[in-house]
């Protein structure tokens, strides 16, 4: 099987910065692209950043200029650099990816996974 592990969330004040990490572990045999997404008590959820293999990234708009993503593929993990957070970014972060997993010496099959999230609140 494969897991998503998030870590680094927590409670930070407006301005501040936190830094989530996500690693992947299991029977992977490659990650085709990572991301984060949040969601927010009475919202859906919604895409923060996605980062390809190839280290392409997107940004929602809300995010752009202020948060980072970036990924070792070594350790197969994905961060999320946040920086000037506002009380606005509060919200549960949920690590996403795109892989391919091993099932035998010759079979593949490719799946989204979602890791279980972790807690962001900006407040004062």
């Known amino acids: 099987q494969v897991q998503l592990v998030e870590s680094g969330g927590g409670l930070v004040q407006p301005g501040g910065s936190l830094r989530l990490s996500c690693a992947a572990s299991?029977?992977?045999?490659?990650?085709?692209?990572m991301g984060w997404y949040r969601q927010a008590p009475g919202k859906q959820r919604e895409l923060v950043a996605t980062?390809?293999?190839?280290?392409?990234?997107n940004y929602a708009d809300s995010v752009k200029g202020r948060f980072t993503i970036s990924r070792d593929n070594a350790k197969n993990t994905v961060y999320l650099q946040m920086n000037s957070l506002k009380p606005e970014d509060t919200a549960v972060y949920y690590c996403?990816?795109?892989?391919?997993?091993?099932?035998?010496?010759?079979?593949?099959?490719?799946?989204?996974?979602w890791g279980q999230g972790t807690q962001v609140t900006v407040s004062s």
């Open positions: 996403n990816a795109d892989l391919s997993r091993i099932l035998s010496a010759t079979s593949r099959v490719r799946n989204n996974y």
């Open positions: 299991g029977m992977i045999f490659e990650i085709y692209a």
């Open positions: 980062i390809t293999s190839g280290t392409n990234t």
